[in-house]
């Protein structure tokens, strides 16, 4: 049994010091299945280094909705060039953030489609980050015979059931540990165990000031969540681990 982190940007610039390190730590801390997101040539680069050493560790590659100021087509004619040529194990993170960026809206839909367009073709689930769009998001995805998981979730526990119908798992970050975020951990405490995936998004979304998130401290989240459902924290990670290999088995 393993811990599993359903996001992490294992390949970044901010991990080039010590990721070996990281490494280390995920792996004596028993995180041993993760998806790493790779939306950059130099992220790909390292993601496919740890691939090869760690046959748990599937790999995620697209354009990414934040970075979308350049949005020349042939964008998404070199992202199929190097999915064919590096065979990755999912597309992402893909989606809409008009948070963020909502001045590239119109960018972002065209790329979304056409990235949900490669995963069909492929038949690859897909990771997908979406704010501030949840609307569109699920439109869109549910024009789409895909599977994956909605990365970060932050949303009601209504517009998740819709996402779980439209067959997706729900994946939750670090934001449930903070004591006053009441809405993603009533969230979390209703949603059905086999739909439910756990991530870090590191080196993003850290809870502690100063601190950069690695995968490891998943297992702060998986405690947080433990005790939120009142289950045992080996009955969660069968469960977890379960879904994630799910994820990628082609039932
Ligand atoms: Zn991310």
């Not at 280390?24 to 790909?44: A, G, T």
Request: proline share 5%; hydrophobic share 35%.
């Amino acid at each position: 049994m393993t811990y599993t982190d359903a996001h992490c940007h294992l390949g970044t610039r901010q991990y080039d010091t010590n990721r070996n390190e990281i490494i280390q730590r995920m792996l004596v801390n028993e995180v041993s299945k993760v998806i790493m997101i790779s939306c950059s040539k130099h992220d790909l680069l390292e993601c496919l280094k740890l691939r090869k050493q760690n046959p748990g560790f599937k790999l995620a590659m697209s354009i990414h909705p934040q970075d979308l100021e350049n949005h020349d087509e042939k964008r998404l004619i070199d992202l199929w060039n190097g999915i064919v040529e590096v065979k990755p194990e999912m597309i992402g993170e893909i989606g809409l953030d008009y948070y963020s960026h909502p001045h590239t809206k119109e960018y972002q839909l065209k790329f979304f489609r056409a990235q949900l367009e490669m995963a069909e073709k492929l038949s690859l689930p897909v990771n997908i980050h979406s704010r501030k769009a949840s609307k569109d998001t699920l439109d869109i995805l549910r024009e789409y015979p895909v599977k994956g998981l909605i990365h970060s979730y932050s949303g009601s526990i209504e517009m998740a059931e819709l996402f779980i119908k439209a067959g997706y798992y729900i994946s939750f970050g670090a934001s449930i540990l903070f004591p006053n975020a009441r809405r993603p951990r009533e969230v979390v405490s209703k949603i059905p165990l086999n739909k439910l995936l756990i991530e870090t998004d590191s080196p993003y979304q850290s809870p502690v000031k100063d601190h950069v998130h690695e995968p490891m401290d998943v297992v702060n989240i998986y405690e947080e969540i433990s005790r939120i459902r009142g289950i045992e924290i080996n009955e969660l990670k069968q469960c977890v681990e379960d879904n994630f290999d799910r994820l990628f088995s082609h039932q």
